[in-house]
Protein backbone atom coordinates (compact mmCIF):
# COMPACT_ATOMS: atom_id res chain seq x y z
CA UNK A 1 0.00 0.00 0.00
CA UNK A 2 0.88 3.64 -0.74
CA UNK A 3 0.38 6.28 1.74
CA UNK A 4 0.50 10.34 0.65
CA UNK A 5 0.36 12.50 3.49
CA UNK A 6 -0.60 16.04 3.82
CA UNK A 7 -2.19 19.33 5.74
CA UNK A 8 1.06 19.88 7.34
CA UNK A 9 1.92 24.04 7.82
CA UNK A 10 2.87 26.33 10.06
CA UNK A 11 0.42 27.56 13.26
CA UNK A 12 0.37 29.75 15.94
CA UNK A 13 0.06 28.15 19.11
CA UNK A 14 -3.30 27.53 19.83
CA UNK A 15 -4.13 27.10 16.38
CA UNK A 16 -5.61 24.14 14.25
CA UNK A 17 -4.48 21.77 11.21
CA UNK A 18 -5.79 18.92 9.88
CA UNK A 19 -3.70 16.16 8.35
CA UNK A 20 -4.86 14.10 5.95
CA UNK A 21 -3.54 10.54 4.59
CA UNK A 22 -4.60 8.74 1.13
CA UNK A 23 -3.85 5.30 0.82
CA UNK A 24 -3.80 3.41 -2.47
CA UNK A 25 -2.68 -0.46 -3.40
CA UNK A 26 -4.44 -2.74 -1.98
CA UNK A 27 -7.86 -2.82 0.24
CA UNK A 28 -7.55 -0.11 2.42
CA UNK A 29 -10.59 -1.13 4.41
CA UNK A 30 -8.48 -3.75 6.45
CA UNK A 31 -5.78 -1.77 7.47
CA UNK A 32 -4.76 -0.47 11.12
CA UNK A 33 -4.15 2.99 10.43
CA UNK A 34 -1.45 5.21 12.76
CA UNK A 35 -0.41 8.82 13.00
CA UNK A 36 3.56 9.00 14.42
CA UNK A 37 5.78 12.40 14.49
CA UNK A 38 9.36 13.13 14.30
CA UNK A 39 11.15 16.41 16.25
CA UNK A 40 14.45 17.32 15.21
CA UNK A 41 16.69 15.37 17.53
CA UNK A 42 13.87 12.98 18.90
CA UNK A 43 12.90 9.42 18.20
CA UNK A 44 9.79 8.64 16.24
CA UNK A 45 6.54 8.39 19.05
CA UNK A 46 3.28 7.86 18.35
CA UNK A 47 0.42 10.01 18.13
CA UNK A 48 -2.68 7.35 17.55
CA UNK A 49 -4.00 5.21 15.64
CA UNK A 50 -7.49 3.46 14.52
CA UNK A 51 -8.67 0.45 13.88
CA UNK A 52 -9.89 -0.79 10.88
CA UNK A 53 -13.55 -0.13 11.72
CA UNK A 54 -13.04 2.93 12.83
CA UNK A 55 -14.67 1.81 15.94
CA UNK A 56 -11.56 1.93 18.08
CA UNK A 57 -8.90 4.96 18.95
CA UNK A 58 -6.09 5.44 20.87
CA UNK A 59 -4.23 8.76 21.20
CA UNK A 60 -0.70 9.56 23.08
CA UNK A 61 -2.04 12.94 24.46
CA UNK A 62 -4.46 12.63 27.35
CA UNK A 63 -5.93 16.27 26.59
CA UNK A 64 -7.90 15.37 24.14
CA UNK A 65 -6.60 17.71 21.53
CA UNK A 66 -6.04 15.21 18.74
CA UNK A 67 -9.16 12.69 16.61
CA UNK A 68 -7.95 9.82 14.54
CA UNK A 69 -11.06 9.24 11.65
CA UNK A 70 -10.88 7.23 8.98
CA UNK A 71 -13.06 7.31 5.52
CA UNK A 72 -12.87 3.57 4.01
CA UNK A 73 -14.71 4.73 1.06
CA UNK A 74 -12.09 7.38 0.28
CA UNK A 75 -9.46 5.08 1.70
CA UNK A 76 -8.43 7.94 3.85
CA UNK A 77 -7.29 8.63 7.53
CA UNK A 78 -7.53 11.99 8.91
CA UNK A 79 -5.61 13.47 12.27
CA UNK A 80 -7.42 16.96 13.62
CA UNK A 81 -5.69 18.78 15.66
CA UNK A 82 -6.70 21.49 17.84
CA UNK A 83 -5.03 23.58 20.58
CA UNK A 84 -1.69 23.07 18.81
CA UNK A 85 1.48 23.98 20.97
CA UNK A 86 4.97 24.36 20.10
CA UNK A 87 5.91 21.22 21.05
CA UNK A 88 3.58 19.08 18.58
CA UNK A 89 6.36 20.56 15.93
CA UNK A 90 7.49 17.95 14.02
CA UNK A 91 7.26 15.44 10.68
CA UNK A 92 4.02 14.06 11.14
CA UNK A 93 3.52 10.45 9.26
CA UNK A 94 0.92 8.39 8.62
CA UNK A 95 1.00 4.41 8.82
CA UNK A 96 -0.85 1.29 7.91
CA UNK A 97 -0.28 -1.83 9.41
CA UNK A 98 -2.16 -4.92 8.89
CA UNK A 99 -4.96 -5.85 11.26
CA UNK A 100 -5.47 -9.09 13.13
CA UNK A 101 -5.86 -11.85 12.47
CA UNK A 102 -3.51 -11.16 9.29
CA UNK A 103 -1.04 -9.51 11.45
CA UNK A 104 0.69 -12.60 13.31
CA UNK A 105 3.74 -10.47 15.20
CA UNK A 106 3.58 -9.33 18.69
CA UNK A 107 4.10 -5.14 18.51
CA UNK A 108 1.29 -3.34 20.10
CA UNK A 109 -0.39 -0.62 17.81
CA UNK A 110 1.39 2.23 19.65
CA UNK A 111 4.79 0.84 18.74
CA UNK A 112 5.94 1.91 15.04
CA UNK A 113 7.21 -1.47 14.44
CA UNK A 114 3.75 -2.73 13.84
CA UNK A 115 3.29 -0.59 10.73
CA UNK A 116 4.79 -1.99 7.30
CA UNK A 117 3.97 0.58 5.45
CA UNK A 118 4.87 4.82 5.43
CA UNK A 119 3.92 7.70 3.98
CA UNK A 120 6.49 10.51 3.47
CA UNK A 121 5.98 13.00 6.49
CA UNK A 122 4.32 16.23 6.56
CA UNK A 123 5.99 18.96 8.35
CA UNK A 124 3.80 20.30 10.85
CA UNK A 125 5.41 23.63 12.50
CA UNK A 126 3.56 25.59 15.81
CA UNK A 127 5.28 28.95 16.46
CA UNK A 128 5.02 30.52 20.66
Known amino acids: VQLQASGGGLVQAGGSLRLSCGASGRTFNYYLMGWFRQAPGKEREFVAF???????TYYADSEGRFTISRDNAKNAVYLQMNSLKPEDTAVYYC???????????????????????WGQGTQVTVSS
Open 50 to 56: IKWSGGS
Open 95 to 117: AAGLSKPYYSGSYDATDFRRYAW
